[in-house]
């Protein structure tokens, strides 16, 4: 069965349809993956990835280095706008309604700009629009400081910044709202067992963009490709293990590209 024909039918049926975006779909928008040259981190005369940068042991041994990176990032984020595939994104939503799930790996807050809705929204890495108490006195997130200007690459946080960015119930230093490469999905903070417990019963899952990296992300796309009846769609340029589940699966589509090609035009299957 060709494209249309796997897709079409979601427009009038009462099935569940879950989007899972990565790191590609924010390229687009020229957010670097930061895992190319742009995210290294100089600390001293040693140079740090980002795999060793966005972990708890990191901020516990360098705060103000971990946040000065962060700071950096969230300028990169709050510089860039959101594409015509998040765009395509927040009209199925529309479409869609409360079939609709949107699952992201992505911390930008791209795809809540743009206009999805933060109920149907699952952020299962965090968003760097927030910031929360690192003694957990509270669980509640806090709103990005607005006193807090543009950051270059590699410039320190000032002792202004530093006040700023220190939780107001406690005392403790804030920090980014996001998972970190040394910690666990929880529900709280990721919405990680609401976006599996949306996965068990969804019937379409559209990947965009995602090399397949993280863990919750690969349950949802191992537990999609074990039913016969779902239908997986992979949207990338390049090769990953949602491409392979695809490939294999009898209801399985190959989209080879960006998802601001692709997206626009598979919506335009359920608007006509």
Known sequence: MDTAGLLEPFKDNNKRITVLTGA?????????????????????????????????????????????????????????E???GHHA????????????C????????LHLRAGNSPERTYQIHGNLNYMRCSGECTPKLFDFPKGIPDKQKDQPVTEEEKELLTCSRCGSLTRPHVLWFDECYNETWY??????????????????????ATNLPMQIGTM????PEAVIVDINPSDNPFRQFAARHDRGIV??????????????????
């Not at 928008?29 to 060793?52: A, C, D, H, K, L």
């Not at 994104?89 to 609709?100: C, H, T």
Request: glycine letters at 8%; proline letters at 6%; aromatic letters at 12%.
């Open 191 to 212: 919405k990680a067992e609401s976006a599996m417990a949306w996965a068990t019963s969804t019937d379409l899952l559209l990947v965009v963009g995602t090399a397949g």
């Open 82 to 84: 959101p594409n015509s």
């Open 255 to 272: 989209l080879d590209g960006p998802g601001g090609q692709f997206l626009p035009e598979l919506l335009s299957l359920w608007e006509t």
């Open 89 to 100: 994104i927040v009209r199925m939503e529309e479409l869609f309604q409360d079939r609709f």
């Open 24 to 80: 590609g779909i924010s390229a687009e928008s020229g957010i670097p993956t930061f895992r190319g040259p742009e995210g290294y981190w100089t600390v001293g005369s040693r140079e740090y990835r980002p795999e060793q940068m966005a972990t708890h042991s990191m901020f516990t041994q360098n705060p103000w280095e971990v946040w000065a990176w962060y700071l950096y990032r969230h300028t990169v984020c709050k510089n860039a």
């Open 224 to 227: 999609v490709a074990r039913n």
């Open 102 to 109: 949107l699952v992201t790996q992505n911390v930008d807050g």
